[in-house]
Each structure stands twice: as C-alpha cells, then as structure tokens.
C-alpha cells in the first residue's frame, strides 16, 4: 500500500524549459511534503517543503504546489538546468510522528542542454 | 561540516554472516532513521531513534538491529544476512521535518 506515489519513472526537459514532476499522496493525515535530489552514490539532499496550511512555496527556480483536496503537489523547475539532471524523491509526514517521512519511489529528471 | 558520516561505503557479504552499519552525525540532532533503497524504489525506513536510549521500528525492520547509547551514534546491525537485505541504506538525522542524509552504505548479500 503505497501512501505516496510518484507514476512518472522518469522525465526528459530541454534546458530553459520547465520541469514538472508529481506527486500523489493517499493518507489524508500528511501534513508536510518535501522534494528531495539525489545525485548517484549520494544521499538525498533536501531541497525545498511545504506545510498543509499553504498551497505554495517557492524558492528560487524551484516552486512546491500542493492541491489538499486532489492529494496531489508538484514540483516546478524554471528555467531548467542540466545540474538538475537527478532523481527527485516527494516524500510525507505526520508532524508529531517523530518526523518518520515517506518516501515516493522518485522521478529521474534528464535536462539536455 | 561533517554532518552525517556512514561507514563502509561497501561492502559484500555471505549469506548468514552478520554486520554493523556505522553512523555518526555531528549535529547534535535527537531523531536519527535508517532507510533502504531498493532499485527503483522509494526509500523504505527501517528504524529510527527520537533521543538517546529510545529506539522504534520503521515500514520494514526484520532482519535489523540498532541500538542508540549517544546522541551522535546510531548503528544497524545486520545478524545473519540474506540476499533480500542487498540494497543501499542510508542514515539520517533530522532538524524537525528536514532530513540530512549519510552518503549510503551499498551491501550486497551473496
């Protein structure tokens, strides 16, 4: 039972166009989503959040949207840049569940220059 | 900034031996985890730790133990090893929701 989902395995952008990635969730009582980058043989690295009171946030080239009634956010990368090229994991958590995240199974996100 | 440190960054093992993943975070973090990432797969948490002295299972902890005597060290201990636990872990420690992530283990169990 995947509490959040991520369908699209993977996502090829042009540099300078947007990048888009989703990201679905099934447990109603999430109230805290994050984007994380991995590099390979790296760990992930945070990258930007959003609570449940908003429905986005933005920081720099990077912008979280969250949809509470589709339990659905995404993630918005404009203008796209081939250092992105990684995989993006959205993960969730229960604020007072000691900060246990659940993770999507990611996105590879490929920009060619 | 070492922040979270993870030893070995390999390693292969025989079916039936056991191990110990090292982590150590110099952040003075309380909430430490334990992840797997399976090809292809999210990162599925395995166990975690609020503070010293108090450990707690994750989504999958069969064939896991940890243990957490100082706020800095949170080690795994595999005790007999099986090719279903060949997969990448990673260690982390939170600052409220944000987790920052050790560089991972790779384990094979052949």
């Not at chain 1, 995989?87 to 590879?108: E, H, M, N, P, Q």
Request: hydrophobic share 35%; aromatic share 14%.
């Amino acid at each position: 039972d995947q509490q959040v989902k991520q369908n699209s395995p993977s996502l090829r952008v042009q540099e300078g166009r947007i990048s888009i990635l989703n990201c679905d969730y099934t447990n109603s009582m999430f109230d805290y989503f994050l984007w994380y980058k991995k590099y390979p043989a790296e760990g992930p690295t945070f990258l930007i959040s959003i609570s449940s009171i908003k429905d986005k946030n933005e920081d720099g080239r990077f912008t979280v949207f969250l949809n509470k009634s589709a339990k659905h956010l995404s993630l918005h990368i404009v203008p796209s840049q081939p250092g992105d090229s990684a995989v993006y994991f959205c993960a969730a958590t229960v604020r007072d569940s000691s900060y246990k995240l659940i993770f999507g199974s990611g996105t590879r996100l490929l920009v060619r220059p | 900034n070492a922040g979270v440190t993870q030893t070995p960054k390999f390693r292969i093992l025989k079916i039936g031996q056991s191990m110990t993943l090292q982590c150590t975070q110099d952040m003075n973090h309380n909430y430490m985890y334990w992840y797997r990432q399976d090809p292809g797969m999210g990162l599925k948490l395995i166990y975690y730790s609020v503070g010293a002295g108090i450990t707690d299972k994750g989504e999958v902890p069969n064939g896991y133990n940890v243990s957490r005597s100082t706020t800095e060290d949170f080690p795994l201990r595999l005790e007999l090893a099986a090719p279903s636990q060949t997969s990448v872990y990673f260690c982390a420690s939170s600052y409220w929701e944000k987790l920052f992530f050790g560089s991972g283990t790779q384990l094979s169990v052949l």
